[in-house]
């Protein structure tokens, strides 16, 4: 049973930093693509950066050249290092597979709150 546990968020100024954490268990995390999304308040929910098993990234517009995904198989977890913040980077923040962004995901883990204010 696939389990996934984020953390990390917080709240931070405008043009802060903050690293997001997830945590995967009951999958073999190196086999599969993985990626954060994110969810506003009345927004639906949105990819922000994929990367696939062999460690290839890519990013949502919003958030090129200031968002880092990486990822440690070892310790099955998945990092987005967020730089350069800004007030609409505030949402609910969460990991999935990659292909949860064109097909239906059932299960989601609690996700963790970025909220980017002065």
């Known amino acids: 049973q696939v389990q996934l546990v984020e953390s990390g968020g917080g709240l931070v100024q405008p043009g802060g930093s903050l690293r997001l954490s997830c945590a995967a268990s009951?999958?073999?995390?190196?086999?599969?693509?993985m990626g954060w999304y994110r969810q506003a308040p009345g927004r639906q929910r949105d990819v922000v950066a994929t990367?696939?098993?062999?460690?290839?990234?890519n990013y949502a517009d919003s958030v090129k050249a200031r968002f880092t995904i990486s990822k440690d198989n070892t310790k099955n977890t998945v990092y987005l290092q967020m730089n350069s913040l800004k007030p609409e980077d505030t949402a609910v923040y969460y990991c999935?597979?990659?292909?949860?962004?064109?097909?239906?995901?059932?299960?989601w883990g609690q996700g963790t709150q970025v909220t980017v204010s002065s």
């Open positions: 999935n597979y990659a292909r949860c962004q064109s097909s239906k995901c059932d299960y």
């Open positions: 990367i696939t098993a062999g460690g290839t990234s």
């Open positions: 009951g999958i073999i995390f190196s086999r599969y693509p």
